[in-house]
């Protein structure tokens, strides 16, 4: 790309011009393909590297106490970049809003006016925090970076600036644990990188990108840095998904339960063509695969009235749903006194559910089980229909090729179709040959299995709620426990990452 920019006879408008069409065209090629596959962004074409980015991460919004520590040493600058304090090595300072209060009260209770104004606080002032060497103490935690603190009247706002990789460091400590595979962490890295992309100034109203929870991303700075973690963050430095040119909005969860949702059945508005439901054959020894919940009358009562719901006898309950054990729009309760109903969103916040994909058992019917289990958590009894051509080698319902010695690593083709589908790889215009079973359709979950009804003896009134259920999560995108089981097989991240998001591209930054 260097010496395409300093040729002497092209225009590096023109050839910067001709490079951007030519990788969107591949672009729109690779996507039909349904392939994974590194692409240069055209900045990077035309100006060459750039700077890592820096993500701002919110760590408190109204902290009512700060304690940070300086391991190595640091500095306070004020607002308009003056040094107003430095810090001696294992130096500490300790802030708190009640001494704030405490001290604004005791200045106005007939002491000195001069005294009064004398008096140091922080309150309407920000603060930007730095160590020499070592990272940060905020509160009994370490941060890379540095903290900028604004002191304000109802509390301390925190926030973080740490550069990108550092940034995804301390997500995918949080976020997978440190003993999944290799490949499975690779996978969050890239999911960890490309959300913050797409979602920087999310919090823009707050004063930075991104938030350290589960809202966005758990954020654990060095604490949940481990040495495999770091290694994996640096094996995929820059690299992100993108579909149609931008970084995707990549959704995650702990465990699917056999089929993640599409984005517009769980949080409304367009589809994302890359956010499909997809049925996932990896997560049987996930948390909260399967669950049940026991809900006794008074609890039942207790949660419903907090929402203008109320009787006194339960005579029966379902779940208005899509399919079997999919997930909920509505729950719906027959009592004394008629029909009420909740959403389904609703209900798992009431009775804290793991997800919103359940039956219940009523005392109308029985729940039965669907015959066509999902396929062997080991992979070696995979059930499918009896037209299906058999797997190919790389995993369940995928195809990998080996190209040449510049052909890069095997790529691979996503379940999608119950037909055979051919695609070309880019790199090696070699024909694959993928076998595919169906990616939707409730047919293929295995739903809770035959049940007793729970109901008081000698009458249809109900005693309790019981639940049925499976997945924990919101269950758009990757599945976790499905891409660590997926890992522990052997696929590579390469191939984890399309086969829960459909129709992406990798794309590595050029810093």
Known sequence: ???????????????????????????????????????????????????????????????????????????MIDERGRRMKSFRTAERIDWSLAAERQAEQQSGRGRSRRRAQRRETWVGHTYQFVSRRSPIGFNGRLFRGVMIISFLPDGARVVNRVGLEEYVRGVVGGEMGSLSPMESLKAQAVIARTYVMANRGKHGRDGYDVCSLDHCQVYGGVGAERMIVNQAVEATRGVIMISSGEPISTMYHATCGGMTSDNDAVYGGKPAAYLRRVKCPFCATGLNYRWTRRIPMALLLKRLATVSITFTRLFSADALASAPLDRVDRLRFHTERGIFSIKGTVA?????????????????????????????????????????????????????????????????????????????????????????????????????????????????????????GRGYGHQVGLCQSGAVEAGRRGWSYRQILPFYYRGVLLRRLGY
């Open 1 to 75: 790309m260097s010496r395409l920019n300093n040729s002497r006879k092209s225009s590096p408008v023109k050839i910067a011009t001709f490079f951007s069409a030519h990788v969107c065209l591949l672009s729109a090629f690779l996507i039909l393909t349904g392939c994974a596959f590194f692409l240069p962004s055209a900045s990077e074409a035309a100006t060459g590297r750039v700077s890592e980015p820096i993500v701002a991460i919110g760590l408190a919004a109204k902290a009512s106490e700060v304690h940070l520590g300086f391991p190595s040493g640091g500095d």
């Open 348 to 468: 798992r916040k009431l009775f804290n559910l793991p997800s919103t994909t359940f039956v219940v058992q009523t005392s109308l019917s029985r729940q039965r089980p669907i015959s066509s289990p999902l396929p062997n958590i080991r992979g070696t009894a995979i059930n499918r229909p009896a037209s299906a051509p058999a797997m190919l080698p790389g995993g369940p319902g995928v195809a990998t090729t080996r190209g040449g010695p510049n052909s890069g690593p095997g790529h691979m083709v996503p379940q999608a179709e119950s037909r055979l589908h051919m695609s070309i790889r880019p790199s090696d215009v070699r024909k694959i040959l993928a076998a595919h079973i169906p990616a939707s359709g409730s047919a293929f979950l295995d739903t809770s299995p035959d049940r007793q009804l729970l109901l008081k003896q000698g009458g249809l009134e109900m005693s309790e709620l019981v639940l049925y």
